[in-house]
Each structure stands twice: as C-alpha cells, then as structure tokens.
C-alpha cells in the first residue's frame, strides 16, 4: 500500500513537472510595450573631462517586437533634456570661455535587442534576464542659452560660429536633425507573466559636434557687423553677444579655439521603468 501511494505520488510529481514543461516551452513572446524615465548626461566641448555629472533628465517610451524568447526589434522615442555650463568647471580656461547651453531633445531609434536568458515571464527560472541593444536613429536638436537679459535664445539660427557671416567661413552650419548609434544594456524581470521591471544603461554617438552650438573657432567680433551678417541688425546684434562670453579677457578673436570638431558630441542616458508582454501563452506559470 505505502509502495502504491509513493508510486502515485511520484507519478503526480512527474505529470506536473510535464505539465509546466510544456507550458514553458510553449511560451513564446510576441511583444512588449514600455515607459521609462531617468537621468541624461551629456558630452562634448563644454563637458571635455567627460564627467558623468551634471545629471539631468530624459523619459521614453518603446514597443519591442520579439522573433523568440531571446531576440527581438525595438522601436523607441525618448525626450532628453541636455545643459552644460563653462562656469561649472574647474578649469580656469573652459571657466574664462564662459559658454553655456541647454537641449530638449527628441530621439528616435530602431534597435536590435537580444536577451543572455531564456526569457518565459510567469515561469521558475525564467524571470529575469540581462540584455544588450544596438541600432540606428535620429535626434532633433535645437540649443539655447539665455542673453544677458535673460532672454532665452534659440543658437543655431544666430550661426555663432561665423555660419551666417560673409567674412568668416569657419562654422558648419548644422541642421535639427543628426544620426544617432544608441548602445545600451539591461537588466529585464518579471514580475507577473504579463508585467516587467528593467533598467537600463544607453550610450549613444551621433554624427553632430553642435548639441551644445560649440564646435570650431571663433569668428571674431566683426563677422558680426550688420554688414557682414547674413541677417537682421538684432540677430547680428544678439550673435555678436552670444558668440563670446568670455569674462575678464577676451577669447573672440578670430581663429581661436572655441571648441574641438575631431570629436562628436554624445550622451548618456539611464532609466527605470515598466513594461507589459504580450505572448501567445496564457497558461498559469509559476515563479
């Protein structure tokens, strides 16, 4: 009889561990849709030490769409507002230049997602997963600073950097738009079979050396004369202020070193968030 009951119960034991087998290999995810909010940190000319502070913030929003548990298409847009300020720094150098800015920024990405872990939200073993991202996107740019009575100024219109004067031909003249390569990695866990938590680390380069209007040279004070300006006699007036900030001497002299062009500008952001799965099995799992 005790020989009976055991046998019955490892039969019980063994159709159950069947059963969730099954369920779990039948798991297939089909997509995911997200929010996330954090931090961003920007850098290039006014942030050449590369330091991951100030911190300020972005928030986005993805859909995924997985081919298997452990590869899927990610389609994102996220809000991230830059700032960097020369007063902020240490050196006395970027502190004499003087320059500041500040970027609400809208980006779009496409990117390849793949999961180190078999990822079957709902099932023992199968919660959690690190993952990696790479892809390709755009950003919309578009820095401002405020004048000196604290008017806040859209940068690149003004071209601070001799782009609208009819002397100087240093600047590049830059558009809103710029590619973006984002590279991130995650950590993924579920907390049901439908809802997750992750977060998430993502760098990303772009093609553009003006996400803070610094870039090149000077242009010097007389490539904004209303005569040499390709423009009105206040936006002239306006640049002529903007282009140099510099306190106790003056930087502006043509030819200077205002920025670094061999090297892009770029950002970092870090968010938390949450995010629900659509999948094709909706059988009970078990954490």
Known sequence: MIYKKYCLLLLGIFSVCNLL????????????????????????????S??????????????QKYFSNYIGVRLSANYIHLHASDADSKNIAYKTRNLNFSNNMLEMSLTGSFNFFNYA???????????VSLGIGTV?????????????????SLGTEGQK???????????PFAMVFPLSVGVRQALSQRINLFAEVGYRFTTTDYLDDASTTYAGASAFDAANYKGSPTQASIA????DRSQNQSLGIKGWQRGNSAVK???????????????????????
């Open 240 to 243: 002529k202020q903007l282009q």
């Open 265 to 287: 500008d770029s950002y970092l952001l870090m968010q938390i968030g949450i995010s629900y799965n659509f999948s094709n099995c909706n059988c009970p799992g078990v954490f």
């Open 50 to 63: 590369g330091k991951v502070t100030p911190i300020h913030y972005s928030a986005g929003a993805f859909y």
């Open 121 to 131: 939200p709902g099932f023992s073993g199968h919660n959690f997963t690190p993952y």
């Open 21 to 48: 087998q099954a369920q779990y290999q039948s798991y297939q995810a089909k997509g995911e849709l997200g929010i996330g909010v954090g931090s961003s940190t920007y850098f290039g000319d006014l942030n050449p």
């Open 140 to 156: 919309y740019s578009n820095p401002y600073t405020f004048d000196d009575e604290g008017k806040k100024v859209y940068l690149r």
């Open 165 to 175: 004067s009819t002397t100087s031909h240093d600047g590049k003249k830059y558009g």
